[in-house]
């Protein structure tokens, strides 16, 4: 079955260095990918999608890689500062079929 | 702010009963779907509709259902409630079909007890 797998462990790093989130998933052949943002107790936010025949994309301090091969998402704040700390989502979208969430991972920066 | 309405923001009720969330999605935003999100199962799909009509359905029982209104809005409605179904229910958005870029509602905050 389709799987998406996030580190489930936290990720705590200090302030001003870059967070790496690694977004790995199996029996899947996406047609893009996204990255959201959810804070405690609110809805996930779209940051960025990435498509298949796209390696790289950034935006502002944000940096996001796709490797088909692989079967691999890097998502990448640099500069990262305390308002960053959140839990960060991967999802996996086809053409017009349902967009598969994984579990996120939760990113602490601390100050 | 998303843009995306739900209603009520939390709704605590028994085991057998039956409820109803709703959901106005973004202006102009002709898909709606609806997620599931508890502790232990992350974010999970329920199912999606493009203006009006049933697209894709997820993992969504049986004791569930959903529609959505000409004016767009949609409402899932949950019946026979069991202590599981406790979660974090939300209602999303997005312009065309190909679910890309959704825009999340604040969610309805689901207890039965």
């Known amino acids: 079955s389709q799987k998406i797998e996030q580190n489930s462990e936290a990720l705590n790093i200090q302030e001003g260095k870059t967070a790496t989130l690694t977004c790995n998933y199996t029996?899947?052949?996406?047609?893009?990918l996204q990255w959201y943002r959810q804070d405690p107790g609110r809805g996930p936010v779209f940051l960025l999608l990435i498509r298949e025949n796209e390696k790289e994309k950034r935006k502002e301090r944000l940096k996001v890689t796709f490797d088909t091969t692989l079967k691999q998402s890097l998502f990448h704040i640099t500069a990262s500062q305390p308002a960053d700390s959140a839990t960060y989502l991967c999802?996996?979208?086809?053409?017009?079929?349902?967009?598969?969430f994984g579990a996120g991972t939760r990113l602490f920066v601390k100050a | 702010d998303s843009g995306v309405t739900q209603t009520p923001k939390h709704l605590i009720t028994a085991t057998g009963q039956r409820v109803t969330l709703r959901c106005s999605p973004r202006s102009g935003d002709l898909s709606v779907y609806w997620y599931q999100q508890s502790l232990d199962q992350g974010l999970q799909f329920l199912i999606q509709y493009y203006n009006g009509e049933e697209r894709a359905k997820g993992n969504i029982l049986e004791r569930f259902s959903a529609q959505q209104f000409p004016d767009l809005h949609s409402e899932l409605n949950l019946s026979s409630l069991e202590l599981g179904d406790s979660a974090l229910y939300f209602c999303?958005?997005?312009?065309?079909?190909?679910?890309?870029?959704?825009?999340f509602g604040s969610g309805t905050q689901l207890s039965v007890l």
């Open positions: 999303a958005s997005s312009v065309g079909i190909t679910n890309e870029k959704l825009f």
């Open positions: 999802a996996l979208g086809s053409g017009g079929f349902k967009t598969i």
């Open positions: 029996n899947y052949s996406p047609a893009y």
